[in-house]
T-cell receptor
Framework: AQSVTQLDSQVPVFEEAPVELRCNYS??????LFWYVQYPNQGLQLLLK??????LVKGINGFEAEFNKSQTSFHLRKPSVHISDTAEYFC????????????FGSGTRLSIRP | KAGVTQTPRYLIKTRGQQVTLSCSPI?????VSWYQQTPGQGLQFLFE???????NKGNFPGRFSGRQFSNSRSEMNVSTLELGDSALYLC???????????????FGPGTRLTVL
């Protein structure tokens, strides 16, 4: 079975500061890795994904994430955040054979202070 | 291309009633997956339908059921509602092709169900 752990439930950060949202996963088989964002009263939007290849993946809105197989981590980073990045962020995995079934972490609420 | 649409967006029901939620996928997508989002349990996979057949199932009781029509539209039904069924129900659509190929899932805005 697969599981995803997001180490921080809330991350407060000042505007224009860098941020890192941490994610660890557990799986006995190879997985796809994702970060989704959810703005208030909206559905989920895919920020970025790791399928294979280069371990550094770039996504929308200036976000990037690095896949570390030995540490089973997939941390999300942004060098300079904006007020508009205030949202909840979900790390997620799915296995190759059942890619439509996504296992989500518990989410990290990112709050940006002016 | 129109995105995934879900109707209704908000719903209030009382305990013991049943409810049906609808999801219209992106044109050409044949897979529809449903998720439940609650503050306590987070985002949990309910089931996936592909070509009118349930292909994957999560760990939910039999009160939660679904179906998919020939035009790929999907409905989810919850019978004998309980207070704990209050949640945001999200659906997602994708091409649904299996094997070692990734098909991105696109999420709808969700239906917020409140059970009183």
């Amino acid at each position: 079975a697969q599981s995803v752990t997001q180490l921080d439930s809330q991350v407060p950060v000042f505007e224009e500061a860098p941020v890192e949202l941490r994610c660890n996963y557990s799986s006995s088989v190879s997985v796809y890795l994702f970060w989704y964002v959810q703005y208030p009263n909206q559905g989920l939007q895919l920020l970025l994904k790791y399928l294979s290849g280069s371990t550094l993946v770039k996504g929308i809105n200036g976000f990037e994430a690095e896949f570390n197989k030995s540490q089973t981590s997939f941390h999300l980073r942004k060098p300079s955040v904006h007020i508009s990045d205030t949202a909840e962020y979900f790390c997620a995995v799915s296995v190759y054979s059942s890619a439509s079934k996504i296992i989500f972490g518990s989410g990290t609420r990112l709050s940006i202070r002016p | 291309k129109a995105g995934v649409t879900q109707t209704p967006r908000y719903l209030i029901k009382t305990r013991g009633q049943q409810v049906t939620l609808s999801c219209s996928p992106i044109s050409g997508h044949r897979s529809v997956s449903w998720y439940q989002q609650t503050p306590g349990q987070g985002l949990q996979f309910l089931f996936e339908y592909f070509s009118e057949t349930q292909r994957n199932k999560g760990n939910f009781p039999g009160r939660f059921s679904g179906r998919q029509f020939s035009n790929s539209r999907s409905e989810m039904n919850v019978s004998t509602l309980e207070l704990g069924d209050s949640a945001l129900y999200l659906c997602a659509s994708s091409l649904g092709l299996q094997g070692h190929s990734y098909n991105e899932q696109f999420f709808g805005p969700g239906t917020r169900l409140t059970v009183l």
